[in-house]
């Protein structure tokens, strides 16, 4: 069964810099859309960015320009490069995995998820 575990959350102060990874066991990044979503303490899970089979990123709004999705398809590990973190980042990080970017299908594949916290 396909795995998805993330690893590279912690805790640092504003303005500080993280990467996330999120390594995959026999799944083949370069077919799939993969995603990172967020979700804080009281609040509804959000998109953060995906990127699709051809390479192709998109970015919520509140992550352009310091966010940066990317994966390495020969090592099947999806990344997400984090600058310029602010205290409203502060969530549960989880990656996912699907098909056609449709992450809420029962096809869809999660991880459990990574810890960042951010101080002001």
């Known amino acids: 069964q396909v795995q998805l575990v993330e690893s590279g959350g912690g805790s640092v102060q504003a303005g500080g810099s993280l990467r996330l990874s999120c390594a995959a066991s026999?799944?083949?990044?370069?077919?799939?859309?993969m995603g990172w979503f967020r979700q804080a303490p009281g609040k509804e899970r959000e998109g953060v960015a995906t990127?699709?089979?051809?390479?192709?990123?998109s970015y919520a709004d509140s992550v352009k320009g310091r966010f940066t999705i990317s994966k390495d398809n020969s090592k099947t590990t999806l990344y997400l490069q984090m600058n310029s973190l602010k205290p409203e980042d502060t969530a549960m990080y989880y990656c996912?995995?699907?098909?056609?970017?449709?992450?809420?299908?029962?096809?869809?594949?999660w991880g459990r998820g990574t810890q960042v916290t951010v101080s002001s």
């Open positions: 026999r799944y083949r990044y370069s077919t799939v859309c």
């Open positions: 990127i699709v089979s051809d390479g192709s990123t």
């Open positions: 996912a995995a699907e098909p056609d970017c449709l992450f809420g299908s029962p096809r869809s594949v």
